[in-house]
């Protein structure tokens, strides 16, 4: 990544403290700015959930996937990659809820109607940090409860659409947005494309933990303490969300049929090897046919989100 990142971070960066008061349900670059904040910089704040609940059990927002920001990040233009780093997410609060049902489209039509309970319920979880883990106590879901580690992840994380959209936080595209990926959590570093001045920047949506594919509609809802930096690529044009984790870089194609979603992730993967990691177009399919892994982020929004990825010890050294 070091050697992909252009020289951009400022050295009298900053850290931001910034408590949000105004949440939006659209990717749009008609909301003002929240905070403007600079390449290198800094940002400690807070989430609320899904259903607009605060840290406090406050409602204080309305769904679906409330954003807090928009950040403008000062020099970021349309052409340029923004990278936001997300350097610490912790749950805030001692209660997540999840829905009690997979979703209709995870499972077979034949299955819903099969079902012997059929009615979908709010399930309450008790978040226990000194421990790790959320807990689900009631006995008429599953005698004994349930327990998992919390594994903290942003569902949503998006910029200011092209071509002047305003797109539902319900949805997931190009700009980013809803892609209720699980691997979304701290140390991750996001690639997006630049589509307005100031890049404008939301995120929320934040669940304690979450499966793959987002099968019953939500993960474990809750607000985060978040803190994030940014770093910017001057004209640097990528198609779709870009990722880069410690053994993995991978990218996020979103659509409707789930194929092609998967046509997106697939296509710009072999860009991304084509033009930074030195493969001819011969010589990325090769790799990418005995070495692409992928992941179904989610079968539940508006687009569905694929995740191409491929190991980073496989790729040829830049």
Same mark, same amino acid.
């Given at each position: 990544?070091?050697?992909?990142?252009?020289?951009?971070?400022?050295?009298?960066?900053?850290?931001?403290?910034?408590?949000?008061?105004?949440?939006?349900?659209?990717?749009?670059?008609?909301?003002?700015?929240?905070?403007?904040?600079?390449?290198?910089?800094?940002?400690?704040?807070?989430?609320?959930?899904?259903?607009?609940?605060?840290?406090?059990?406050?409602?204080?927002?309305?769904?679906?996937?409330?954003?807090?920001?928009?950040?403008?990040?000062?020099?970021?233009?349309?052409?340029?990659?923004?990278? +936001?780093?997300?350097?610490? %997410? *912790? =749950?805030?609060?001692?209660?997540?809820? $999840?829905?009690? !049902?997979?979703?209709?489209? &995870?499972?077979?039509?034949?299955?819903?109607?099969?079902?012997?309970?059929?009615?979908?319920?709010?399930?309450?979880?008790?978040?226990?940090?000194?421990?790790?883990?959320?807990?689900?106590?009631?006995?008429?879901?599953?005698?004994?409860?349930?327990?998992?580690?919390?594994?903290?992840?942003?569902?949503?994380?998006?910029?200011?659409?092209?071509?002047?959209?305003?797109?539902?936080?319900?949805?997931?595209?190009?700009?980013?947005?809803?892609?209720?990926?699980?691997?979304?959590?701290?140390?991750?570093?996001?690639?997006?494309?630049?589509?307005?001045?100031?890049?404008?920047?939301?995120?929320?949506?934040?669940?304690?933990?979450?499966?793959?594919?987002? +099968?019953?509609?939500?993960? %474990? *809802? =809750?607000?985060?303490?978040?803190?994030? $930096?940014?770093? !910017?690529?001057?004209?640097? &044009?990528?198609?779709?969300?870009?990722?880069?984790?410690?053994?993995?870089?991978?990218?996020?194609?979103?659509?409707?049929?789930?194929?092609?979603?998967?046509?997106?992730?697939?296509?710009?993967?072999?860009?991304?090897?084509?033009?930074?990691?030195?493969?001819?177009?011969?010589?990325?399919?090769?790799?990418?046919?005995?070495?692409?892994?992928?992941?179904?982020?989610?079968?539940?929004?508006?687009?569905?989100?694929?995740?191409?990825?491929?190991?980073?010890?496989?790729?040829?050294?830049?």
């Amino acid at each position: 990544m070091a050697l992909w990142l252009a020289a951009s971070s400022c050295i009298d960066a900053e850290t931001h403290r910034f408590m949000p008061e105004k949440f939006y349900n659209t990717y749009s670059f008609a909301h003002p700015p929240a905070l403007r904040i600079k390449p290198g910089d800094r940002v400690v704040t807070k989430t609320i959930d899904a259903a607009g609940t605060d840290w406090n059990g406050k409602s204080v927002a309305s769904g679906p996937n409330p954003q807090i920001g928009p950040f403008y990040v000062e020099g970021a233009e349309p052409g340029d990659v923004l990278v +936001v780093t997300l350097e610490r %997410l *912790e =749950t805030n609060r001692a209660m997540a809820y $999840s829905s009690s !049902l997979l979703a209709p489209y &995870a499972v077979d039509p034949g299955a819903i109607a099969a079902r012997v309970d059929r009615e979908a319920k709010r399930l309450t979880w008790t978040i226990d940090r000194a421990r790790g883990v959320a807990r689900l106590d009631q006995a008429d879901v599953q005698p004994g409860g349930l327990e998992l580690p919390l594994r903290p992840m942003l569902g949503c994380v998006g910029v200011a659409p092209a071509r002047k959209e305003a797109i539902s936080t319900a949805a997931p595209g190009a700009f980013g947005g809803n892609m209720d990926y699980a691997s979304m959590g701290a140390g991750v570093k996001l690639m997006l494309p630049v589509n307005e001045p100031g890049a404008l920047l939301f995120l929320g949506d934040g669940h304690a933990r979450q499966g793959e594919g987002e +099968v019953a509609g939500t993960g %474990l *809802e =809750t607000s985060l303490d978040v803190e994030f $930096s940014v770093e !910017l690529v001057k004209k640097k &044009a990528i198609g779709w969300p870009r990722l880069e984790t410690g053994t993995h870089v991978m990218v996020l194609g979103s659509a409707r049929p789930l194929l092609e979603a998967f046509q997106h992730a697939t296509t710009e993967l072999q860009r991304w090897l084509m033009a930074d990691y030195g493969l001819t177009e011969r010589g990325a399919q090769a790799l990418m046919g005995q070495a692409t892994e992928y992941e179904i982020a989610n079968v539940v929004d508006p687009n569905f989100t694929v995740v191409a990825k491929i190991r980073k010890a496989l790729l040829p050294r830049r």
